[in-house]
C-alpha cells in the first residue's frame, strides 16, 4: 500500500470567507458570512447571512477583520469552524 499524505483529506472541507461579527467569548469568534443566490421564482438575488462560530486560539481577530475558515471536527456544541487565515485586518 502507498504511502498518503495525511492532510489529502481535508481538501474536500467547506471553506467560506466572511466577516468578524463578535470576539467577545475566549477563543471563539463569530464571523458572518454572505451568500447571494436568485430567488428561486422571480430571479432577483438575495442575499442570506449564516453565522460561524470560529476557534481562535490565541484570541488575535477583532471585529471587522476579513477571515478565510474551514470546516473542523466539533470542537463544543457550537463550533465547527477553524481560522485558515486573516485576509484583511479591520482598520
Known amino acids: 500500500m502507498a504511502e498518503e499524505n495525511p ?3 481535508r ?5 467560506r470567507e466572511g466577516q468578524v461579527t ?10 458572518t458570512v454572505i451568500t447571494r443566490k436568485p430567488h428561486p421564482r422571480y430571479k432577483k438575488t438575495m442575499a442570506r447571512t ?8 490565541e484570541n488575535t481577530l477583532k471585529v471587522g477583520d476579513k477571515v478565510r475558515v474551514a470546516e473542523t471536527r466539533p470542537l ?16
Open 7 to 9: 492532510t489529502e483529506d
Open 11 to 15: 481538501n474536500n472541507r467547506k471553506v
Open 22 to 31: 463578535s470576539d467577545g467569548m475566549d477563543k471563539t469568534a463569530v464571523v
Open 50 to 57: 449564516t453565522r460561524l462560530y470560529v476557534h481562535d486560539e
Open 76 to 91: 463544543s456544541k457550537l463550533k465547527r469552524w477553524r481560522i485558515v487565515e486573516v485576509l484583511e485586518r479591520a482598520k
